[in-house]
């Protein structure tokens, strides 16, 4: 599987990676964080980010014998 497919099973929007803190860079939404004032904060993460935690669910999958497809990062 390619980094473009990969990167293909997401949506990409500008935005803040919380991994490597580069901002105003294409990002795809991986999760939400409730804050105690009761505000909604995205978790983002750029294409690289999502290209490395991708590699290690493969890497993980493969260990445990599981079938790997990508796009799951924020399902969790
Ligand atoms: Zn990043």
Same mark, same amino acid.
């Given at each position: 599987?390619?980094?473009?497919?990969?990167?293909?099973?997401? @949506?990409?929007?500008? !935005?803040?990676?919380?991994?490597? =803190?580069?901002?105003?860079?294409?990002?795809?939404?991986? %999760? $939400?964080?409730? @804050?105690?004032?009761? !505000?909604?904060?995205?978790?983002? =993460?750029?294409?690289?980010?999502?290209?490395?935690?991708? %590699? $290690?669910?493969?890497?993980?999958?493969?260990?445990?014998?599981?079938?790997? =497809?990508?796009?799951?990062?924020?399902?969790?």
């Amino acid at each position: 599987m390619s980094a473009d497919e990969i990167l293909a099973a997401y @949506t990409w929007m500008v !935005g803040d990676c919380f991994r490597c =803190a580069k901002v105003e860079v294409a990002t795809t939404q991986i %999760g $939400e964080i409730d @804050t105690p004032a009761g !505000g909604r904060y995205e978790v983002r =993460a750029c294409e690289a980010c999502v290209l490395a935690m991708e %590699g $290690e669910r493969r890497a993980w999958a493969e260990r445990s014998g599981l079938d790997y =497809a990508p796009g799951d990062l924020g399902a969790a």
